[in-house]
């Protein structure tokens, strides 16, 4: 059947239906002077929510990102830095940002040479090339690629490798590390075999120098001292990242496995997906699918033992920024637009409406009788919103909105952990569960 267009009859028709619905034209008038989110937003719902929990773990300040895409780094980092800060008796305490980032970048472009080169004789319309292509470097992650950066390249404290104007705003050194990416690609493809591992490393060279422009160069070593809380001074002197990281590190990084809800695929099961990662060496990048009440339990069992816990999420739906709230209901769209939106969680990835945007940290759960109400998330978008930086997510949001939690290996069933011993399903490299926190 050939596509019906649009006729001047049809145009007529709906000018019509509008102009007799009294609710759309006091709508109209509403949002032609107001912003969505404010006209729908529900009284109750926000009335309804305060930031009082059971069970709340964060006594410190929120980070801040800033126009990066590094949330999952600094959910990670933060995730890390609630034990070491104890451990220094430092309140505050951040590891530096700036270092993950670097090597990420370094890390990510190599991964990025080597699979252009592993698809150098693909056509650059396969799908799966087009997506390497696509985004070959931005500062998004996933949990995985957090910890084969910190397994690899160590944590050093902030003041070792502070934040600098492009590591705040990361998008014209982004812009050219692409274009360098890009080139080398082209030049890869086009090269004789033998001669590509070499146009590879000579790029990676580039790279270094690019990121230390500007970035800093990462420290080798660095002297570390401190003054704690009761002002009593410290000194352990000269360390590597990685002795630093073997020191004062509280959390076991290693036995950390990624859980996700993807309802679209069977739970008990482990998926990978193809090009996922960012450390060539390191483990690939797996997930174990769990129902969503499981994901609850484990993020709840963490925080009530005094740990908070990595996440990733869709963090943009129903999300009211300047009073910090989330709710599944929270903006009445339906009752706006006349119209049902009836996509559950499992269509809504099917049909590219939802995917996982962002990272955060729970370091809060309100549970009555056992069964979380609501959720305090510590956000990196600094203390100007919300609770000075702190979220409230009520469960309901939860069910429909949060894709993965980390969480140890040793508060898992026996079930669970023998899933993870199973040679994960492999799904294509543009599978909306590859998708990168920003």
Known sequence: MPAKPLANADLERLRKEFSADPTAKLLQNA???????DIALDHDVVAATDTTMSNRLDDWKVTNQKRSGRCWLFAGLNLLRAGTAAKFGIKDFEFSQNYAMFFDKIERANYFLQSVIELADRPTDDRTLATLLEDCMGDGGQWNMFSAVIAKHGLVPKSAMPETISSEGTSQ???????????????????????????AETTTSVVWRALCMHLGTPPEKFFWQWTDSDKQFHRDGWLTPQQFRDNYLTLPLDEYVCLVHDPRNPTGKTYTVELLGNVVDAPQVVYLNVDIETMKKYAADQIVAGTPVWFGCDVGQQMDRDRGIWDAKLHDLESVYGTEFSLDKAARLEYHQTLMTHAMLFTGVDLVDGTPRKWRVENSWGDEHADQGFYTMNDSW????????????SILPAELVAALDEQPTVLPAWDPMGALAR
């Open 31 to 37: 949002l032609t002077t107001a912003e969505l989110k």
């Open 173 to 199: 050194m982004n812009s050219s590390l692409r274009k360098i990416l890009h080139t080398a690609a082209r030049d890869i493809r086009v090269a004789d075999q033998d001669q590509r591992a070499e146009l």
């Open 398 to 409: 939860f069910d429909e909105y949060v894709f993965e939690i980390a969480a140890p290996k």
